[in-house]
C-alpha cells in the first residue's frame, strides 16, 4: 500500500476516500446482477436502507457527479481501502478486500490513458515483481469490428466469449457464439482477430488492414499508436508491454482503452492490476457528460501470488535497533539511547521487561532486529554500550554519551552489513 | 496518516489491520450503553449477525486473545481505520471517522507507558504542532484514594464528576458528589486531590504525603516517577507534559497510566490524544491475562483543530511540476521529460489536454505547482524546455536532452525558493 500511494503520488493523484457506507439506490444496479446479490445492505437507524460498496469506481462516479465543479478537471485521486462482497471465501477471496484504484476523471485525452499505463508499469516493479506484462486493447476496435460484422446487438454475448478464450480454448468459444447465433465465417473473423500477436508496430499494422476504412477502428489504432510509442518515449522495456486485442474485460462500462496486467511467472492467477476507460460511467448520477479513466491494483490476489513466488519476506518491514533492558533501574538511560537512536533517523524499541538476557535477545533475533545495544550499570556509567550484529552475534563496545555519532555510524554499518549492502 | 505510520514505525509498531464487520456478539456490550445503541448492524448473507466495528480497540482484543501464542509478546502493533457509530453528526463528529491506533500488548512493564507518552509527543511534534502538553495520570492513585475514604463502591460516579471537573467547575461536581450521598469532607478531599498541580517533583510530592502508606498509591506514584524522569532523559520539553490527577478518562476500562492531551491554542475542543493502560481488557475473550497499553490520535478532531489553527495548506502535498501539453502530435516527448523528471526524485504530471497555454497554467497555479515545463516543437527539436516559476512567474531555458542533471538542479532550486528553503 505504502508502494502504491508513493507512486499515485508521482503521477499527480492525490489521496480523496469515500465513505464505506452508501444510499442503497447509489449502489444498486451499477455493478453486475452478482454484486448486487452479494452487497451487505441494511436500514440505519435513521430508517434509510444503506449499503456497503462493493467496490470504489461507483462511489467515485457519485462523488465526481456531486463535487466535480468544486474540484475542477483533471481530477486524479487515489483510493486504498476495504470494499465487502458476501460472497463464499476461497484462496485468496475474501468477504472484505483492499482495493487501490487511481483514476482521472474529467478528459479523453490520450495522455491519461497513458499515464494510466505508466502508472501500473511503475507500481508492478517497484513492489519488486521482475516478469510481468501489461495487455493493452481498445474496445473502439472490437465495437469498429463487430459493426463490420453486422454484430453490434450480440456484444455482450461476444465480449464474454473473448473474455474466457484463455482459459477454455478457441473451439468451445466457437460452440458458444455458434450456440448463440453466430455464422461460421463471423466467428472465424472474430477468432482471427482475437488471434492476432507480434509486437506493437505488427499488431497494430494487421488491425489497420483488417479494419481498412471504419473510422472509429482509425481512431482507436492511433490511440494504441499514440500509447505505445508513449511507453517506448518513457522507458518501459519492450517485454513489459503489448498490444492484445483478444482482451475484453468483462464490464459493460469500459468504453475506449483497456488493461490487464499478467504475471510472467504466475499467468493463471488472472490479472493482477485492470482497469480503462469509462467515459459514461458517471452519467449513471449526473447530465454532465464526464469521462474517466482508471485502474484497480488487487492487493489481495497480488499478495498471494508475491507469497507463492517466495516474495514476501517473513520479518517484514522489521525495526532497526532492539535495546535490552539490562537494569530496571536505569531506564531513563536506555530512553537516552533510544533517542538517539532514533535521532539519527533508525527504528528503535527499548525491550519492556528485565527478563533474562537470552530470552530478550531471542525476541530480537525472531522478529528480525538487525543490530541490539546491550547496556548493564557499569556501562552506563562510562557511557558505553555492546553493539551486538544479530546476524554474526559479533559483539563490540562504542561510546554512545560522549560520541553519539560513532554510535550511530556503527549501527549504520551493521544494518547494511546485515542487508548485504557491504557484502560484495 | 502518514506522520502516524512513520512515528508508529519508528518505535517497532507493525500494521495489523482488523476487518470491519465482527460478529455482533464480539462488540455488544464491549464499549458503553450509547455504543451498543449506535451501532451499525445487521443480518449477513448467510443469516449471522454482524456489526460495524465502533472502535479499533475491541476488535484487537478479539484479534489478541484469539492469535496472541502465534504473535508472541510483547506484540506492539498500529492501526488506522474507519469506525463507525450512528449518531447524529456534529461538527468534527462524524458516522463515519478515522481512529489511529497503537497497542502494545502482553507486558505490564513501565517500558510500555514511557513509549506510549512518547509516542504521542512525536505524533503531535511531527504533525506541526508546537503548543500541546499530555497531562498523565494513574488510575491506581485514584483508586487508593477512593479506597482510604471508603468510596470504593461509589468509584464510577467519583471518575465521572472527575471527568467533566474542567467543564463545568467545582460546584458543579461538588453538588452531583453531594447527591450521590458523599459528605462534605470527602468530597472536599477529592477536590483538594483533583487540584494538585505544578511541576513533576513537586505532585508527586504532595500526592506522596497524601496518600503515604497506601502500597498501590506508592507504586503508583513510583511508576508516574519513572516516566516522567525518562521523558525528559529522551528529550521531551518540560512543559509539554504534566502529571495530572485530575484527569480520569471515562471508560471503565483503564486500570493504570492514562493520557490526554490539550492544545494549547484551543483547550477547548478537549483531548486530540488519549489512552492508557487496560490490564484487563482482552479477559472478555481469553481466560489468559492479556495486559496491554494504548492510545489513539482523534484524526477528524485534530484536523478540524489544524484548520481553525490555519495549519492546513489549501494546497496540501501538491505535485512537483507540471508539464503542459503544448503540443499533441508531440505526445511521447513530454512523457519523454516526465520520466526524466521523475527519475530525478520529482513528483510531475502532464496535462491531459491540449488547451491553451494560459488555461493549462491557471490549472497549474490552483493545484499549488510550484513549477511548470513548457516545451513546443521548436524547444523539443533542440533538445531544451521553458522551466516557469509558477510563484514569481519567471521563466528560463534549459537543456533536458543533452544535460538532465541540469534540468534537474533548476527544478530542485526552484522549489526550495518557492518552499522559502533559499530566500533567507
Not at 214 to 236: D, F, P, S
Amino acid at each position: 500500500m505504502e508502494t502504491a500511494r508513493r507512486v499515485y503520488r508521482r503521477y499527480g493523484f492525490v489521496p480523496i476516500d469515500t465513505p464505506a457506507l452508501e444510499y442503497l439506490e447509489i449502489l444498486t444496479g451499477k455493478g453486475s446482477e452478482e454484486t448486487d446479490r452479494q452487497m451487505y445492505h441494511f436500514t440505519d437507524n435513521g430508517g434509510r436502507a444503506v449499503g456497503m460498496r462493493f467496490d470504489l469506481t461507483v462511489p467515485l462516479a457519485r462523488f465526481s457527479a456531486q463535487h466535480i465543479h468544486e474540484l475542477g478537471t483533471p481530477f486524479k485521486r487515489y483510493h486504498i481501502g476495504p470494499v465487502w462482497r458476501g460472497e463464499t471465501p476461497q484462496a485468496g477471496r475474501f468477504r472484505e478486500f483492499v482495493q487501490c484504484d487511481f483514476d482521472t476523471i474529467g478528459t479523453t485525452g490520450v495522455v491519461a490513458d497513458i499515464e494510466t499505463a505508466l502508472v501500473i508499469h511503475e507500481l508492478l516493479q517497484e513492489i519488486g515483481i521482475e516478469r510481468f506484462r501489461i495487455r493493452i486493447n481498445n474496445r473502439q476496435l472490437l465495437t469498429a469490428l463487430l459493426e463490420s460484422l453486422g454484430l453490434s446487438q450480440l456484444a455482450t454475448v461476444v465480449l464474454r466469449g473473448l473474455d474466457k478464450l484463455e482459459k477454455v480454448g478457441a473451439g468451445a468459444v466457437e460452440k458458444e457464439l455458434s450456440e448463440a447465433g453466430l455464422l461460421e465465417p463471423q466467428i472465424a473473423q472474430i477468432l482471427q482477430f482475437a488471434s492476432i500477436r507480434g509486437a506493437p508496430d505488427a499488431v497494430l499494422g494487421q488491425l489497420a488492414s483488417q479494419l481498412h476504412g471504419n473510422e472509429r477502428a482509425e481512431e482507436g489504432i492511433e490511440r494504441l499508436n499514440t500509447v505505445q510509442r508513449a511507453l517506448v518515449a518513457a522507458g518501459v522495456p519492450h517485454d513489459r508491454f503489448a498490444i492484445d486485442v483478444s482482451i475484453a474485460r468483462g464490464l459493460d462500462y469500459y468504453t475506449g482503452i483497456i488493461f490487464e496486467t499478467m504475471l510472467g511467472d504466475l499467468p493463471e492467477i488472472g490479472s493482477v492490476c485492470s482497469g480503462g476507460r469509462y467515459d459514461n460511467l458517471a452519467e449513471l448520477f449526473t447530465k454532465q457528460h464526464l469521462p474517466g479513466i482508471g485502474a484497480s491494483l488487487g492487493l489481495d490476489r497480488l499478495l498471494a501470488a508475491l507469497e507463492k513466488l517466495g516474495k514476501i519476506a517473513s520479518n517484514p518491514a522489521s525495526t532497526d535497533v532492539f535495546i535490552a533492558l539490562f537494569d530496571a533501574e536505569r531506564t531513563s538511560d536506555y530512553f537516552e539511547i533510544a533517542a538517539l537512536v532514533r535521532g539519527g533517523g533508525f527504528s528503535c524499541e527499548v525491550y519492556p521487561d528485565a527478563k533474562k538476557l537470552g530470552a530478550q535477545l531471542k525476541y530480537a533475533d525472531q522478529r528480525g532486529f538487525p543490530v541490539a545495544l546491550i547496556a548493564g550499570s557499569r556501562e552506563l556509567d562510562s557511557g558505553v554500550v555492546q553493539i551486538k550484529d544479530l546476524r554474526s552475534k559479533t559483539t563490540t563496545e562504542v561510546p554512545w554519551r560522549s560520541k553519539p555519532d560513532e554510535l550511530l555510524g556503527a549501527i549504520r554499518v551493521m544494518i547494511a552489513m546485515n542487508r548485504g549492502d557491504l557484502m560484495a
